[in-house]
Each structure stands twice: as C-alpha cells, then as structure tokens.
C-alpha cells in the first residue's frame, strides 16, 4: 500500500508561515505609540505627566507611572487606570539626562533580550527560510535537469543489490548462442580461481549487439541474476549533460563506485549515446561526449578483471562505435542477440503465455509460425494484447482467433471500423487488395495467404492482404525477388484492370517494388550489363557536419551507371507489371468472385480464400 503524502509543498505554505510572523509580531511586540515632537515630549516631563523613560536607540519612550521600578505600586495603578505612554525621536541632546534628573524621572535603557531574539529571526531568520522554500520549489518543478548543479558529477547508476536480481536464464528464451557466451562470464565471477589458475583471463568486457527488442537487458540482468552479484545499470545518455566535464566525472564516479562493491556488473545500455566514433567529429577535444569516452576508455583500461568488475553495454548500432572501443582488452567479445527463429519464438511464447489463461484452442507453434520476424518484445506483446482482446470479449480463457487479431494489430494496426467509405472506393479497395492476394496465391514460392480485409487499419491503410511466411528464411533468389515485386503491383494492376484507371493506394507498393529492384541491381548483382557486380553507396562518414548526423554516402560509379541504374529499375518494374495486368487479365471471373465476396464480409482468413481458389481449379499463372 502507497503512503499517503500529507506534506506536498504548495505556495500557501508561505502565506501561512507570513501570517504566522506577522501574529507573532503582533502580540509580543509592543503596541506603537503615536510619535511626538521632542520638545512637547521634554514640556510633559516638566508639568510631571511622564514619570518613567525607557531609552533605546530608535526611541525615547516615556510612561505616566514608575511600574517598571515599582512593580508593585505599578500593578495597583495598572489596576486602577490605564496607562499612557508617549514616544519621541531622539536627539542628540547632552543636557537631556540632566533635565531629566532635575524633575526626578526614572530613566533606564530598554532591555533587549527578547528584541534581539526576534529582530535576529525576522532580519535573518526568515528571510533565509524563505529562500529555502523558493529554492526547493524550483528544484522540484526543474526536476532533474542538467543533473542538479550539487550533484552534476554523481552517476545515475540504478544500482541492484548482490540478490536483489531473480531475473535467471531459464526466464530467457530464443537466444541460445548468446546466453552460452555469457555462461563464462557467470562462471568466472562464481568461481575465478578456475581461471586464474590456469592463467586464464575473463573479457573486461561484452557489448551485446542485435535489433531493438531482441532481449539484450534482459540478458544482462540474467547474468547478473545467475552470479548472484551487484548489478549497475546505466543509459550512455545518462553520462553527457549540459556542463563540461560532467560526463567523465560521472564515469569515474560509477567506476569508483563499482571497485568498492566487486565483483559486479556494470551495464551500459545504449553505448552508442557516448561511444559514437571519433574519426568524423569537428567539435575537436573540448567536445563532451568524446571526453565522457575517453575517461570510459581511460577506466577500461585500468582495472583488474580479476577484481570481479565484468562490463557488459549493450547497442544496436555497432558500425557508429568508436574502433577504441572494440579492440582486445577492452570490449573484446561481441555477442550478437538476433532475432529468434521458429523454435526460439516458440519458446519465449510458452514463457511469457506462463501466467495467461490460455484456452485449448491455442496452438503456440502455429503462432510461432505465422510470427516470422517478430522480436522478443513484439512477442510479448503478442501475448498481452491477446489476453485484453479476451477480457475486452468476456471471455476467461484466451483464443486462437485472440492470437490471430492481437498479431494483424501488432502487424497492420487498429481495426477502424467507424470510418465511414464511399461505396465506389471500397469496390476499389476491394479490387485492390483481391490483387494483391490471387498474386500471391498463384506465385511460386511466395508467402501464404493469411487473411485478406478491407477494414481500415492504422495510419492510413485502407484495407490490407496479411502474408506470413512458413519458415524462416535467410536466403532469396532472383525469381522470388520478382515474385515479390508481382505480389506488390498486383493491386495497382486489378484495379488498372478492372476499373481502366489507377488510384494513389499504391504509393507504399511501389516503394517497396522499387526497394527491392533497386536492390537486385545494386547490392545483389543481378542486373544483364553489371552481373556479380556491386553498386552499393559507400558510408563516407560525415562530411561537413557533427557526429550527431546521419552518415552521408557517395557512388563510386560514373553518372553513366547510375542511368542505367534508373532505366533498369524502370524496366523492371514495367515488365513485372505487364505480366501481373495479363494474368489478371486472364483470371477477371475470379478476380470479380474473391473482390464480391470481400465487399460482402469485408474479411476473408486463409480457408475460405483458399476454397474459393480450389472451386476455381486454378492452380498457378503464368508470368511472362
């Protein structure tokens, strides 16, 4: 349970602590007296109106009775009337004590005992309470940044105490080659005299390299689990702030740190915020970042790994890393964290499925399969977004068709099914996306059809044709490339076909048309006149700006080559185009049926596409 909090600082706190001054002020000061001229004060002494003067440095006040003398006489008095009390300024009067002693009135110095204690609280007392209270409130509503001027050169380490960690391997799936790399680490901080023995040394440092989501953290922290030791966890951002010098103080900071509680780990997450490389900066020696990397270097280079101090950073972008950085001695082992195949996503689905009610529907391989591609952390959320989509349907258990929609929503988006579309552009949509799936069906070699809809999805989709392959594949060759360049013009050919006019929902298929034929030519060297030869751009680094950019790149080829680069790859695409328009052309009866039926249920999955392909006996098209 949460602790409530009572003391949130707000602006009326200040009025309460001036109101409550002023009250204090108000009853143990005394009452002022109205001021008078020090002539009319020296004419009531004389008629004897004032018996007693009390003398201070600001005023002069005198009282009709002798009480402060008398207390006793003065209490009676006080009883019986009140008391005046008159005050003047002073002046610098020599012959005013003996004018005072010539009519017998009582004179005496005003006593500062409590005066003192309250002038010193109100001149210096509350003012400087009163800039506290200011100064934390603006702390609190800067937060954090620049770090806090007091605290600029303390690191932000997350730190985990030795146990504090129950992340284990077992909670780790689908990247077995890498946990088998970190195995040594968790051996060695368990047991390191097996390897000093020998004469053996343990790597100062793992950098973990793969996609986004692919479970690097998560490995760590299963490290740092399995060894059962303390674990500083880190983002290279945290390091660089606004001050000069902050990063490398912070680095020294987190290394000091990290020797005093050894063996441990330190994980730097993100390297690439600190460690990009140095060759293309034009910000010279005095830029942060390359001296918040020169200190790390500096501290790499000078500790033990026999001490027990492991580093492990993670990023995913190695080709920007400084080559410093990637030497031996150093981070001298990379460990590649890729995206998992069939068996491995089926794994980490049975891991993160363990506390969700699944019902006995769910077939977790057939969900692997159609997950081609997906990392660690899509297939999380895979499983999460299935288990709401059956809260959302009041169901208990989850389904297979929850798994189904959760993975077109993760793919394609959110269905938009309120949008409102004009009966003529769903016949276009329908025509469009029937195109792009009879492509499909007839092509060797080309992905399965999974489902075929035209319920508006995400950011601008219309409608979509879902393709999941049922292997994973590392390699294409040439005729599949092409296939998959006729899969994608298939919608703008149907509708060309079947309406004699083109629409503009073929722009992101023609992109990506264009991506992959530029690609055949350039990179894959399957071009007529530049066979086996790569076209690539060459990185050349950052020309004529900072280290914070983008990397430009330029041919190294002539004006020539890149024409006929463009011709090729217009080529290309009209030939494929040409055939993909003939073979619908040739199929328009079935083309007509699957695009009616789509208008009807405005969704067709994979079996009922493929009875209408069978009833058709249609078995495959001919491009030519």
Known sequence: MKTPTFWKFSILYIVILIAGIAVFNHAFTSKAQPAIDFSEFKAKIESGEIKRVELSDSWFTGYQSIEKL??????????????????????????????????????????????????????????????????????????????????????KALVVAEGGIVTRFSDVAGVDEAKDELVEVVDFLKNPKKYTDIGGKIPKGVLLVGPPGTGKTLLA?????????????????????????????????????????????????????????????????????????????????????????????????????????????????????????????????????????????????????????????????????????????????VSHKDFEEAIEKTVAGLQKKNRIIAESVRRVIAFHETGHALIAAFTPGSDPVQKISIIPRGFGALGYTLQMPVEDRYLMTQEELLGKINVLLGGRAAEDVVFGEISTGAANDLTKATDIARKMITDYGMSDRFRNVALTMRGAGILGGNDSQEPRFHREYAETTQQYIDEEIARILERQYSAVKDALKSKRALLDDVASALLEKESLDEKEFKAMLEVSHVKNITFQ
């Open 70 to 155: 008398q207390p006793q006489v003065g209490s009676l008095l006080k009883r019986d009337t009140p008391e005046q009390a008159y005050r003047t300024v002073p002046l610098n009067d020599s012959d005013f004590i003996r004018f005072m002693d010539a009519h017998e009135v009582r004179y005496y110095a005003a006593s500062r005992g409590g005066s003192v204690v309250l002038n010193f609280l109100l001149t210096w007392g509350l003012p400087i309470v009163f800039f506290l209270i200011v100064w934390r409130f603006l702390m609190k509503r800067m937060g954090n940044l620049g770090g806090g001027v007091l605290s600029a050169g303390q690191n």
């Open 221 to 397: 922290r299963a490290v740092a689990g399995e060894a059962g030791v303390s674990f500083f966890r880190i983002s290279g951002s945290d390091f660089v702030e606004m001050f000069v010098g902050v990063g490398a103080s912070r680095v020294r900071d987190l290394f000091n740190q990290a020797r005093n509680r050894a063996p441990c780990i330190v994980f730097i997450d993100e390297l690439d915020a600190i460690g990009k490389s140095r060759i293309n900066s034009i910000a010279g020696g005095n830029d942060e970042r390359e001296q918040t990397l020169n200190q790390l270097l500096v501290e790499m280079d000078g500790f033990d790994t026999a001490s027990g101090l492991i580093i492990l950073a993670a990023t995913n972008r190695p080709d920007v890393l400084d080559p410093a950085l990637l030497r031996p001695g150093r981070f001298d082992r990379q460990v590649l964290v890729d995206k998992p195949d069939l068996k491995g996503r089926e794994a980490i689905l049975k891991i993160h499925s363990k506390l969700v009610k699944l019902g006995p529907s769910v077939d977790i391989e057939a969900v692997a399969r159609i997950t081609s591609g997906f990392a660690g952390a899509d297939l999380a959320n895979v499983v999460n977004e299935a288990a709401l989509l059956a809260v959302r349907g009041g169901r208990s258990l």
